[in-house]
């Protein structure tokens, strides 16, 4: 496993309230139903597809972020971005995304594990560095709006208790902001699990924030899709 931020620059929130903001672009996956190769490779108007939801995670409203991945190529994008990295050979989405909230944390990755015996106040000590929250991206939602990012933290703002999740319609998806609280269930989740494990154990503790069009949510898991985001893009994308 290998770190690297090549970018110094601070990014400035742009409010002074309180709730630090922490952001994970999950870039690790196989694309096992993208039959052509890494959809993250994928050209999208010009340009790696993995780097419009890089460029929309520069986002001011979001204070700290990493990216994680496996593959040589988009640590090779991260570089040319000065994006932060982290880059690791393990092949489940439950580590990936504790490698990543465990970065932003400040902690090793294993301080958490389903074997831990500890109380909250004690869980809250062993995060006392970390983000209030943390979203957690895609790497293949190349029409996510910046928008959606500043409601997201907008509404965590409102009332830090619940998660949040971007939405349009009956339809929920990516991105979900979740904040410090459900971080140790992150941190140890089941094999190949993800922050949908949280959200469905916790349904009552999750709200809804409404995109500004259904495009944003869309992923692009195969050629087809990739093909219906691509005749999207010039009226919703920003970067």
Same mark, same amino acid.
């Given at each position: 496993?290998?770190?690297?931020? !090549?970018?110094?620059?601070?990014?400035? %929130?742009?409010?002074?309230?309180?709730?630090?903001?922490?952001?994970?672009? $999950?870039?690790?996956?196989?694309?096992?139903?993208?039959?052509?190769?890494?959809? +993250?490779?994928?050209?999208? %108007?010009?340009?790696?597809?993995? !780097?419009?939801?890089?460029?929309?995670?520069?986002?001011? =409203?979001?204070?700290?972020?990493?990216?994680?991945?496996? =593959?040589?190529?988009?640590?090779?994008?991260?570089?040319? $971005? !000065?994006?932060?990295?982290?880059?690791?050979?393990?092949? $489940?989405?439950?580590?990936?995304?504790?490698?990543?909230?465990?970065? +932003?944390?400040?902690?090793?990755?294993?301080?958490?594990?389903?074997?831990?015996?500890?109380?909250?106040?004690?869980?809250?000590?062993?995060?006392?560095?970390?983000?209030?929250?943390?979203?957690? +991206?895609?790497?293949?939602?190349? $029409?996510?709006?910046?928008?959606?990012?500043?409601?997201?933290?907008?509404?965590?703002?409102?009332?830090?208790?619940?998660?949040?999740?971007?939405?349009?319609?009956?339809?929920?998806?990516? &991105?979900? +902001?979740?904040?410090?609280?459900?971080?140790?269930?992150?941190?140890?989740? &089941?094999?190949?699990?993800?922050?949908?494990?949280?959200?469905?154990?916790y349904p009552d503790l999750v709200k809804t924030v409404e995109a500004r069009h259904p495009a944003e949510l869309l992923d692009a898991d195969t050629e087809e899709a990739l093909q219906q985001l691509s005749s999207l893009n010039q009226p919703f994308q920003e970067v």
């Open positions: 496993m290998e770190f690297s931020n !090549e970018n110094t620059e601070k990014i400035i %929130h742009p409010s002074k309230n309180a709730g630090k903001i922490g952001a994970v672009i $999950l870039a690790s996956g196989d694309s096992r139903r993208f039959a052509s190769g890494q959809k +993250l490779l994928a050209d999208f %108007h010009g340009r790696p597809l993995v !780097e419009y939801v890089f460029k929309t995670a520069l986002t001011p =409203w979001i204070d700290t972020r990493i990216a994680v991945t496996r =593959w040589q190529e988009v640590r090779n994008i991260c570089r040319a $971005l !000065e994006f932060p990295c982290l880059f690791h050979d393990k092949p $489940l989405l439950n580590d990936t995304i504790r490698l990543g909230l465990s970065h +932003l944390a400040g902690i090793p990755e294993q301080t958490f594990s389903e074997n831990a015996q500890r109380t909250s106040s004690e869980n809250m000590q062993f995060l006392s560095n970390a983000p209030d929250a943390c979203i957690f +991206l895609q790497g293949d939602q190349p $029409l996510l709006r910046s928008e959606s990012i500043k409601a997201l933290v907008l509404a965590f703002r409102q009332d830090q208790r619940f998660c949040y999740r971007l939405s349009y319609g009956n339809t929920a998806g990516s &991105p979900i +902001l979740f904040p410090k609280r459900f971080f140790p269930e992150l941190l140890c989740l &089941p094999p190949d699990c993800g922050g949908g494990y949280v959200i469905r154990k």
